[in-house]
């Protein structure tokens, strides 16, 4: 089974600075399937990027992600006040067990 | 517009059984997988499980924590997936999410429903 590592556990940050998000896989996640999702307090998740670099539908730009095989980030440019949440990273490509990492909390500063 | 609601939800006592409904709207069900993703209170998503669609041979996969206590299925002429869950554990409380793709042949959680909670006590 693939474990996902995201670091930092939290991120403290202010308006408008950018955001670098890390997610580290124990085994090369083939296909760069690797998917980010943000959660808000009492919704469900939303994804933000699948394909280690797609933008989902209605995603602003200031989202990207890149990486392959075992590293990916996520970016935000400038952080807007909506965007203080959680983020999980999860591949979907190792059966069984399309594990999720453990969240990043990106909080404000 | 996609739309997934789950119902089923509730308090359980530890080792009886629950099944959970996942309603869709909106678009081909039976042409996608469907997937089930839970969190405990204050936690993180812990993925559980997906069906694949029947154009895709229509299994399963499992997360070793649920893996031969829980069963995932689908009724496409109904657009609802299910979850069942037997022998329940404390451990299974969580809000539980079923999600779909937008895309076939991949279990991504492009859509997710808004949950329910299944409370596991005596």
């Known amino acids: 089974e693939i474990v996902l590592t995201q670091s930092p556990g939290t991120l403290s940050l202010s308006p408008g600075e950018r955001a670098t998000l890390s997610c580290r896989a124990s085994q090369s996640v083939s296909s760069s399937f690797l998917a980010w999702y943000q959660q808000k307090p009492g919704q469900a998740p939303r994804l933000l990027i699948y394909d280690a670099s797609s933008r989902a539908t209605g995603i602003p730009d200031r989202f990207s992600g890149s990486g392959s095989g075992t590293d990916f980030t996520l970016t935000i440019s400038r952080l807007e006040p909506e965007d203080f949440a959680v983020y999980y990273c999860?591949?979907?490509?190792?059966?069984?067990?399309?594990?999720f990492g453990q969240g990043t909390k990106l909080e404000i500063k | 517009e996609v739309q997934l609601v789950e119902s089923g939800g509730g308090l359980i006592q530890p080792g009886r059984s629950l099944r959970l409904s996942c309603t869709a709207s909106?678009?081909?069900?039976?042409?996608?997988?469907v997937s089930w993703v839970r969190q405990a209170p204050g936690k993180g998503l812990e993925w559980v499980g997906f069906?694949?669609?029947?154009?895709?041979?229509?299994?399963?996969e499992y997360a070793a924590s649920v893996k031969d206590r829980f069963v995932i299925s689908r009724d496409d002429s109904k657009s609802v997936a299910y979850l069942q869950m037997n022998s329940l554990e404390i451990e299974d409380t969580a809000v539980y999410y079923c999600?779909?793709?937008?895309?076939?042949?991949?279990?991504?959680?492009?859509?997710w429903g808004q949950g329910t909670l299944v409370t596991v006590s005596s």
């Open positions: 999860q591949q979907y490509t190792s059966s069984p067990g399309y594990s």
């Open positions: 069906l694949r669609s029947k154009a895709y041979g229509g299994t399963t």
């Open positions: 909106g678009f081909i069900f039976g042409d996608y997988y």
């Open positions: 999600t779909q793709p937008m895309v076939r042949g991949v279990a991504r959680s492009d859509y």
